[in-house]
């Protein structure tokens, strides 16, 4: 019987690009040099202190945990299918041959961005089909999710 972690090597060295050695994949990252991995600190203050002994999470672990709120907020959103479309990767002027139309979507996603900024009432998207409504919808849903809000995606 072959050990798993050869196995896997082996698999690492036929798929790496080479530009790694196998054993590198399997390498853990470097720990924080603040808290040295354990996720938690104390407060360096004097004794009496009433922080004194207190232990606080570190900032690595409070990232980790805020990357992992958005991943499962994004999961549960039903927005995980279309997560690469966000106001980065939107085309502003839009897909449209003719500049009435390209105005209209340059339009479009400046009340979408308001409404990102204050979300209140409802904002209803038409068009066309392929003229990116989805797009626009799923960037929106995106920007509030980093935002820290709740959202439910679903394309009707």
């Known amino acids: 019987m072959e050990d ?19 054993d590198a994949l399997f390498e853990e990252p470097e720990p924080c ?11 360096e203050v004097p004794v009496g202190h009433p922080e ?6 570190c900032v690595c672990q409070e990232e980790e945990q805020e990357q992992d709120r ?12 279309v997560a690469r479309f ?8 839009g897909l449209a041959d003719d500049s009435e139309s390209r105005q209209r979507f340059r339009t479009a996603v400046h009340m979408a961005q308001e409404f990102c900024e204050r979300p209140a009432g409802w904002l209803v998207i038409t068009g066309p089909p392929g003229s990116g409504k989805t797009h626009l919808a799923a960037a929106i849903g995106r920007s509030c999710i980093d935002r820290g809000q709740g959202v439910f995606f679903t394309p009707v």
């Open 4 to 22: 798993l972690g050869d196995i896997l090597r082996r698999l690492a060295t036929r798929s790496s690009s080479g530009d790694k050695p196998p």
């Open 33 to 43: 040099e603040r808290c040295g991995g354990r996720g938690w600190v104390t407060t």
């Open 52 to 57: 004194f002994g207190q232990v606080v999470s």
């Open 70 to 81: 958005r991943d499962r907020m994004l999961r549960y959103s039903n927005l995980a299918y």
């Open 86 to 93: 966000t106001f980065e990767t939107l085309d502003s002027e």
